[in-house]
């Protein structure tokens, strides 16, 4: 808890933002040999503007990340246009120049939750994992409580769904 609250990763994050920051959630990408990728988005699409109005996500390779295995992929730039996509779906992959950012375990990449990205599926016969911390200004409030409340409501673990109901994770 101490590593990603108070040390390097969230005053890099505080830096880069400029001014302290609060934890908003965090998750561990185990992507399973054939698993499938994720469609290109941006992270503020999801509804995170409600909380406060911009994130900053750091990737820490844990795996090296390859494009055969579906490493992160970015679109340079576009993250200064603000929200491209509408809340809720996916991007338009046409026309967006998805680049691939393979890393190597240890290695971190900053990026804000305007920045268009993607993965494709895990083509290898190996395990890939990477970790997201995602950070807000502590000005703008801490969320997290909320955040995680609000998610296992719309999108319970398996254990614990209805039956009758559908689920349905939009982006």
Known sequence: DRVVREGALSRWTAALMGGP???FKDKIDFKMPGAPGFKAHQD???GWGRYAPLFVTALVTIDPATVANGCLEMVPGRHREGLIGEEWNPLDETGL???????DPG???????FAPHASKPNFTDA???ILY????LASAGDHRA???????AAFPPDIERDASTRYVFRV
């Open 21 to 23: 920051v609060v934890l």
């Open 44 to 46: 503020q699409q999801a």
């Open 97 to 103: 120049a998805l680049q691939p950012v393979p890393t």
């Open 107 to 113: 290695d971190v990449i900053f990026f804000d939750s």
């Open 127 to 129: 395990k890939r994992r």
């Open 133 to 136: 911390l995602t950070y807000n």
């Open 146 to 152: 909320q955040y995680y409340a609000e998610k296992h």
